[in-house]
């Protein structure tokens, strides 16, 4: 009933505007449609920039975040060879129990 009644408003507005109005009403609609197409425009740019930004750190990002991947396995690396270095030391530190057939 509503869209109807909505319907009714909008034929009762066509036919009680003059041509002048009618035209008047179009150029202010394509004005507006402009309007819009603009902004749409400037908004679309100005996506794509801040998309750009985000690219650029997340580049960034994923470059520390590899360095630090990497770091970490050298360290482990380095823990994993001195532990052995240490455990070589340690058995060349324990004496040797004589059994009495070295001689």
Do not use: C
């Not at 455990?87 to 009495?100: H, I, K, L, M, R």
């Amino acid at each position: 009933m509503e869209t109807q009644a909505r319907s009714n408003s909008i034929e009762v507005i066509k036919m009680t505007m003059t041509k002048k109005e009618m035209e008047n009403r179009i150029a202010e609609l394509e004005g507006k449609e402009a309007a819009w197409q603009t902004e749409r425009a400037q908004i679309i740019s100005e996506a794509q920039e801040i998309q750009k930004s985000h690219n650029r750190r997340l580049m960034y990002l994923r470059l520390m975040e590899k360095f630090a991947n990497d770091m970490d396995g050298a360290l482990n690396q380095l823990k994993s060879d001195i532990s052995e270095v240490n455990a070589s030391f340690a058995q060349e530190d324990q004496p040797v129990e004589a059994t009495g057939d070295e001689l």
